[in-house]
């Protein structure tokens, strides 16, 4: 049997094929944007092509596939979502479009103001209100949705977002909304907020929630055309869709609850760089994946990625839990300029593929950091994408030279200057995630992935002294390997606000009883059996009087005893957080979270046998590449040739399609027993 | 092209200023977080920043803008206080505005960062806090005509002695705040920041070593005064003059008071001069001169058009006038607390105007003014004083050549920084019952690019006895947001207090009021300013804000003359076209 992953990203749709007992195979096909099944299933057809079997052969004997999607993402940040409605309580009709009246950019007026989800024409108030204690304070005036419905049936609306003052204490209201829009819009998309995220704070509940009306009916169409696609095709095993927390989940929940799928695309990488690092590690890493444009990074922690409920996408903010990738504007694309003081600075605009670095020839007549690591000799013009795009070298050293004049400085200088900067870029984004929250980069590997990722690995990691550095030989189809290798995730909250000490224990524990009834459930319909389910429960907690809270998991499930312990946890966490804690203040509770894994079959990576030291088998020629202000003739290796055991010692280069590695000097490289790279300081000992 | 200059690495350069404005932000974020004042926590009245160790500011982040100058006046006061006498381990607090501070809410912690012994820099913040003492709410005291009925104050003093918390002083200041449980988390907080943003320096220094730090930064400051001076130079010669005015001090309630600003610009030198400006007054919108910079600087950097690193490159590029005894520069003991919201405001409208002159598509039209009660009280449902601005009550930006202002941003001297608290968070800690928060429909000015849309925000009160301190302006027309370029001026804020027997109290600017079980408050926020004329504007963009409700009917016709269908919402090309034409000779 065949597992697949399958990650739709903006220019390549990357396959891990795994065949149970077997090797694991790479592919990669464009996308097809205007309907990316179309890709799909040409890499299906590929796949079983060269597995010498009929596509109908090849789908029946395919157990599961894992598919990532950015369908949500872009339609998002493109404001290309359907035509959605929006119902909220009278008085309140702008919460939504105020986005609490933030401008991040204060000292530049020439700014528009972002454009709403929902238009304000769309967004439709009824007479109700609940109150802070889940009280019913109005009646729900039904009058008024009738009103709403007719709007949106002579609008044409496909999707109706229903979120409610405290609906997260008394659902009644939204759920009576909800029946009505269903008997009367059946065909319409529903969101209530009290299913997607039954949560204090009204902006970023709306905002969830007419995020997943948004986005729903688009993704609700793709996943029934892939679905019913492979299934004529042959198809009869189990389709799961990746989550933002880095889960995965049925085709019919992705479909209700498509807000989930926001980060879809990135949120498998931690998992891949924990199942590359687990042999030469203890689950403390951070990731980096660097392409085009941009560069994911994000700290992994005693084997658990870092989750955010502050997550945003576009100007749009979603408070379900995501997996924290961090995103800068650096990536191979980043364009150098210099600013009105002089000074050098790259990116974040970027050439993206079109025109792309001046390098390709198409047109690009901007630096960036893809010319300035050809002329430091850092990619071979010939084999760039495997050789099926020639690089225009000369053009490169011009733009560089034309930008250094302005500097005072030579091209080389220049381009040198380029990678500190974007480099210094990265490793701030690596901080980011790690020195702001506490946690001391040292003490981590670094898994890279991309294709630009690898270039760069030994700077970013001396800069930040980082020993061990990861790059899988599946970098290039990192995500896709991380999404077979995920479990089922579900993540569920309710608020609930006391002082610790005045909690009513046996509502906290019904709480908690919910919501793991609601999961057991879900799972089961995923055909989970309950010995495969795994339950984490936690707390978000602050002390009396503070805004923010600070989640602090609660280990076992004796709820009564450990509420001090809990507390203990806290003070903890705020003192490495914030530099200080008040073990004599009063904490107080102020929503329980749960979090259901349904533990899914995964591979295992394969051994090979040790060969020796010597990498010469794989040396495929020198070229002159600059390290520490001077060239050096640098051997360059085919990584596919490269065994268990190769040593390949600074200045090096390793080479595969797609993918470049450069070891500096001061760093060696080896092949381990599972043909991924390891990369240490030659003076570091472990 | 100016050229990067010394035998400095300008990649270096680059490198090591980002990161002292990255250490910045992580202050930030600890203050942001964790801290107890909703004012700080949820409104980010804060600033972060990291000085010298001659009290030069190397980064700053200003989570509002009107910050962004005050802090330097604060480390230097401290820095000279206690001189020879500054210890490794020691924290230093500040309020008092007669010693270096802006006003007294906000309250400066600093702390010194030492490196193989020896001092090399300040890491240092700034947040208002919910109590500083005196007679007010939350600060602010509309009757107050002295100083010593606004606060304690704080001269420069230690919080922390080489480490050893300083408790004598910890109770005195504490014993004079009601709000003390709220505030001692929060000196704590700052304090607590403070480390965090010694945690980075002393990384830095580990790394780069002072030496090399202190090459870099002489560096960094040179580069911001060479970008500052070539936006100067890219402003025509000239006097540029203009005044705006402040509704009242709260005191003398018939007087308006003048704040005028001379802007002179000349060749490569930039002058904000304010000796035009009235005398100081008896009530709190006496500004200091702290205050008076920073507003002079948010109106200049809210008008150019590139990104500068703010440090002390830029505070030595421009002049700014403002003798002692003006309300821009108020003299002991005066009361000052309101000069932020309020003068600090005013000020920035009149450099506005002032610089319109001079580079008019650069210029904002003015934002709504700040007006809006601090209100204090007992929660009977949670057992405990409660406190709090109500920041959701957040005005319409002004637009500019090429845009329409922001809807709901909030005062100018925020600029966006402001962060509107959460509705229900809001409800669960004070007795307080919302009954509308959305966009006041009309109180836009009208233009080719209109302002933004103010707010409409009222709630009843569910707790006997609250008393309400409201502050700010812009109850007048006079004081109302004014339109550019042709662009029409906002409407002024109305509020009111409907009483539970029905009776209708007009609310003033800068006033104190009682509220009662059942009453409601009313706050009409206006929007902001319009930039250029209303008929240029594409009838269709006036037609989507009349679908949308944000412009009536009536309003589209006379202000932009633009005649929509009322039954299909349709724009009448042909009556637009006539009316404006007859609106226009």
């Known amino acids: 049997m065949f597992r697949i992953g399958i990650d739709v990203g903006g220019t390549f749709t990357d396959f891990l094929l795994i065949e149970n007992g077997g090797d694991n195979r790479v592919y990669k096909v464009i996308t097809t944007p205007e309907n990316p099944a179309r890709g799909v299933l040409y890499g299906m057809k590929m796949m079983a092509q060269e597995l010498g079997m009929s596509t109908g052969e090849f789908l029946q004997n395919v157990s599961t596939i894992v598919h990532g999607t950015t369908i949500t993402t872009n339609a998002t940040l493109t404001q290309e979502g359907a035509k959605t409605g929006f119902i909220t309580t009278k008085g309140f009709r702008d919460c939504l479009n105020m986005r609490r009246g933030l401008r991040e950019k204060k000292y530049n007026p020439k700014q528009s103001p972002p454009l709403p989800l929902v238009p304000r024409y769309l967004t439709m108030v009824v007479e109700e209100r609940i109150d802070c204690d889940g009280q019913e304070v109005i009646p729900l005036h039904e009058q008024g949705v009738y009103e709403a419905i007719d709007l949106f049936k002579k609008e044409q609306v496909e999707s109706v977002a229903v979120s409610l003052l405290f609906s997260f204490f008394n659902a009644s209201h939204e759920e009576r909304i909800g029946e009505i829009l269903r008997t009367n819009m059946p065909d319409v998309y529903i969101t209530l907020s009290s299913e997607v995220l039954p949560q204090v704070r009204v902006y970023e509940r709306n905002s969830t929630t007419a995020l997943n009306a948004y986005v729903g009916p688009l993704l609700d169409r793709y996943l029934k055309e892939l679905h019913t696609s492979l299934t004529r095709e042959g198809f009869k095993g189990t389709l799961l869709i990746m989550q933002s927390n880095g889960g995965t989940m049925s085709l019919e929940l992705a479909s209700k609850f498509a807000v989930n799928t926001l980060l879809s695309g990135p949120a498998s990488g931690p998992t891949a760089g924990l199942f590359y690092a687990e042999p030469h590690n203890n689950g403390n890493i951070i990731t980096i994946d660097m392409g085009g444009t941009s560069f994911d990074v994000c700290l992994i922690k005693d084997h658990a990625a870092a989750v955010t409920m502050e997550g945003q996408i576009g100007n749009y903010s979603i408070a379900t839990p995501m997996i924290d990738i961090h995103t800068i504007g650096a990536g191979g694309g980043s364009i150098a300029w210099i600013d009105s ?105 670094l898994v890279v992935a991309g294709g630009a990722g690898p270039i760069h690995a030994t700077a970013i990691a001396k800069v930040l002294d980082i020993p061990l550095i990861i790059v899988p030989r599946e970098s290039s189809v990192f995500c896709a390997a991380g999404m077979l290798l995920s479990d089922l995730k579900h993540d569920y909250v309710r ?32 055909g989970i059996p309950q010995e495969r389910v795994s339950i984490f429960i936690s707390a978000d907690l602050r002390y009396i009087g503070q805004f923010n809270d600070v989640e602090v998991p609660w280990k076992g499930f004796n709820l009564g005893d450990t509420v001090y312990l809990l507390a203990d ?15 004599g203040s009063s904490v107080e509770f102020i929503n329980l979270r749960l979090t259901a894994l349904g533990v899914t079959d995964k591979h295992t990576l394969s051994k090979y046998p040790y060969s020796s030291g010597d990498p010469s088998p794989a040396l495929k020629g020198v070229r002159a590449a600059y390290f520490e202000g001077k060239f050096l003739e640098t051997p360059v290796y085919n990584g596919l040739k490269l065994q268990y055991g190769n040593l390949v010692t600074g200045p090096g280069i390793v080479e595969q399609i797609n993918t470049t590695i450069i070891v500096s000097p001061g760093y060696r490289l080896y092949c381990d027993e599972y043909n991924n790279y390891i990369i240490q300081s030659e003076s570091f000992k472990g | 092209m100016v050229q990067a200059s010394g035998n400095l690495d300008p990649i270096l350069t680059a490198v090591i200023g980002n990161r002292f404005e990255a250490i910045t932000k992580e202050i930030g974020q600890a203050m942001l977080r964790s801290s107890r004042s909703p004012i700080f926590s949820e409104a980010r009245d804060f600033a972060t920043a990291v000085f010298d160790k001659y009290n030069r500011l190397v980064a700053e982040t200003a989570y509002i803008p009107i910050l962004m100058a005050s802090l330097p006046f604060a480390v230097a006061s401290i820095s000279k206080s206690f001189e020879s006498d500054i210890n490794e381990g020691d924290v230093f607090i500040l309020n008092d505005p007669f010693a270096g501070n802006n006003h007294a809410p906000d309250i400066t912690i600093i702390k010194p960062v030492y490196w193989q012994g020896e001092l090399q820099f300040w890491s240092a913040t700034k947040g208002h806090h919910v109590d500083v003492g005196g007679g007010g709410i939350c600060g602010y005291n509309p009757e107050a005509t002295s100083i010593f009925e606004e606060c304690i104050r704080i001269a420069p003093a230690r919080l922390y002695c080489k480490g050893e918390y300083q408790k004598d002083q910890w109770e005195m200041l504490l014993n004079n705040i009601q709000l003390g449980y709220l505030v001692e988390p929060d000196l704590h907080c700052q304090v ?104 002079c600087f948010v109106s200049f950097f809210t008008s150019i058009e590139t990104e500068i690193r703010f440090n002390e490159g830029a505070l030595r590029s421009i002049n700014i006038v403002a003798p002692e005894g003006l309300v821009v520069n108020a003299k002991f003991p005066s009361p000052t607390v309101c000069c932020t919201i309020s003068t600090g405001t005013a000020i920035v409208e009149a450099a506005w105007l002032a610089l319109s002159q001079a580079i008019p598509r650069q210029v904002q039209a003015a934002w709504a003014r700040w007006c809006a009660p601090t209100t204090i009280g007992f929660n009977p449902k949670t057992g405990r004083i409660f406190a709090d601005i109500h920041f959701m009550c957040k005005g319409g930006g002004g637009a500019t050549y090429g845009y329409d202002g922001w809807d709901h941003m909030g005062v100018v001297i925020c600029s966006g920084g402001l962060r509107a608290p959460d509705p229900e968070l809001h409800e669960m800690v004070n007795p307080y019952f919302l009954l509308q928060y959305e966009y006041w429909p009309d109180s836009s000015g009208a233009g080719q690019w209109r302002g933004g849309m103010g707010t409409v925000y009222r709630w009843r009160v569910d707790a006997p006895n609250v008393a309400a301190a409201n502050f700010g302006g812009g109850v007048r027309k006079e004081t109302a947001p004014f339109g550019l370029d042709g662009g029409m001026d906002a409407p002024p804020h109305q509020l009111s207090i409907v009483k539970a027997n029905g009776e209708m109290i007009k609310v003033d600017a800068e006033t104190f009021y009682r509220l009662d079980q059942g009453d409601i408050f009313e706050i009409y926020q206006s929007g902001g300013g319009g930039f250029g004329r209303p008929f240029a504007r594409p009838p269709e963009k006036v037609l989507e804000d009349v679908r949308n409700g944000l412009v009536s009917l009536e309003k589209a016709r006379k202000d932009y003359g633009v005649v929509i269908d009322p039954q299909t919402y349709q724009v009448d090309t042909e009556s637009t076209f006539m009316l404006r034409a007859k609106l226009t000779t």
């Open chain 1, 341 to 445: 003081g002089g000074m050098l600075r790259v990116g974040p605009k970027s050439a993206g593929a079109l025109p792309g670095p001046i390098c390709y020839g198409l047109g690009g007549v901007d630096p960036t950091v893809t010319d300035a690591t050809l002329i430091l000799g850092y990619l071979d013009p010939e084999f760039f994408h495997g050789g099926k795009l020639k690089l225009k070298a000369e053009l490169a050293h011009q733009g560089i030279e034309k930008l250094g004049e302005k500097l005072g400085l030579d091209k080389v200088s220049t381009a040198d200057g380029i990678l500190k900067i974007v480099l210094m870029n990265m490793a701030d984004g690596v901080m980011e995630v790690s020195v702001k929250r506490g946690y001391d980069p040292r003490e981590f590997a």
């Open chain 2, 192 to 295: 607590g920041a403070c480390k965090i943003g010694e945690r980075g320096i002393r990384a830095l220094l580990a790394k780069y070593g002072p030496e090399q730090l202190y090459k870099v930064i002489e560096e960094l400051y040179n580069t911001t005064e060479r970008q500052v001076i070539s936006e100067v130079a890219a402003i025509p010669d000239g006097t540029y003059y203009a005044e705006r005015y402040l509704d009242h001090d709260g005191v003398n309630k018939d007087a308006m008071i003048k704040i005028a600003v001379a802007i002179e610009v000349k060749g490569t030198e930039i002058t904000f001069d304010l000796s035009r400006s009235d005398s100081q007054v008896a009530g709190y919108v006496n500004s200091t001169f702290p205050n008076t910079a920073s507003a």
């Open chain 1, 495 to 526: 608020t609930y606000n006391a002082p610790l000490g005045e909690h009513d224990l046996a509502k906290i524990k019904e709480l908690y009883q919910q919501m793991q009834y609601e999961a057991l459930l879900t799972l089961k319909s995923e």
């Open chain 1, 569 to 583: 946890a806290f003070h903890h966490r705020h003192e490495s957080l914030y530099g200080y804690s008040m073990p």
